[in-house]
């Protein structure tokens, strides 16, 4: 799989320990995900590929409105830039945003 090693990259500084200046979203998701609030990024990625695919360059995990929410930049096949929201619970597609020209 020609993505396999951006992505592995990515899984790599995510399973680092969180740096003393970052702000603890790191393990708010490992949290999470233990308690089964969230899927797993793996997860995520799966479903996101099947409509958005591309290169994750961006991952972001927040709380909107009480809802755990997965904001994804991807640089597609063509060169641009897609965002996605996705829920984290459920895995639903909440909003895709793509770059225009």
Do not use: C, F, Q
């Not at 969180?18 to 969230?38: K, M, N």
């Amino acid at each position: 799989m020609k993505h396999a090693l951006p992505l592995l990259g990515l899984v790599l500084a995510l399973a680092l320990p969180a740096r003393a200046d970052d702000d603890g979203d790191h393990d708010r998701a490992r949290d999470a995900l233990a308690a089964g609030e969230i899927l797993s990024l793996g997860a995520i990625l799966d479903e996101v590929a099947k409509i958005a695919p591309g290169v994750p360059i961006e991952i972001e995990l927040e709380r909107d409105d009480g809802l755990w929410v997965y904001s994804l930049e991807i640089r597609d096949p063509n060169g641009r830039l897609v965002e996605v929201e996705v829920d984290a619970t459920t895995g639903a597609i909440l909003e895709i945003e793509e770059e225009d020209d």
